[in-house]
C-alpha cells in the first residue's frame, strides 16, 4: 500500500499548515502539497500528502475522510499514480 494520499473537496481558506495538523493525529505528515491553479495562483481545492508508513495512512483514511475541516467534508484515499496525458 502507497503512503501518498489525495485529499479533495479543501476549502480555499485551508492551508498546507492546516492539512499538516489534521493529519498530525494520526502519524507522522512526510510531506503536504495543495495545488494550485497556475494562472490566478489560488488553491484548486485539493492537494496530496505522505503519510511516514503505510498503516498510518489507512488510519487517516479512517479517521479524515468525510470529516469536517474548514466547514467542507473531506475526501481522502490512496492517491492514484498520475496518467500522462497527450499533449
Do not use: H, W, Y
Request: hydrophobic share 40%; no cysteine.
Amino acid at each position: 500500500m502507497n503512503t501518498k494520499l489525495f485529499v479533495g473537496n479543501l476549502s480555499f481558506n485551508t492551508s498546507e499548515n492546516d492539512l499538516r495538523t489534521a493529519f498530525a493525529a494520526n502519524g507522522t505528515v512526510v510531506e503536504v502539497n495543495l495545488m494550485m491553479d497556475r494562472a490566478t495562483g489560488r488553491p484548486r481545492g485539493f492537494g496530496f500528502l505522505s503519510m511516514s508508513t503505510p498503516e498510518e495512512a489507512q488510519k487517516a483514511i479512517d479517521a479524515l475522510n468525510g470529516a469536517s475541516l474548514d466547514g467542507r467534508a473531506l475526501t481522502v484515499n490512496i492517491a492514484k499514480p498520475r496518467e500522462e496525458r497527450p499533449s
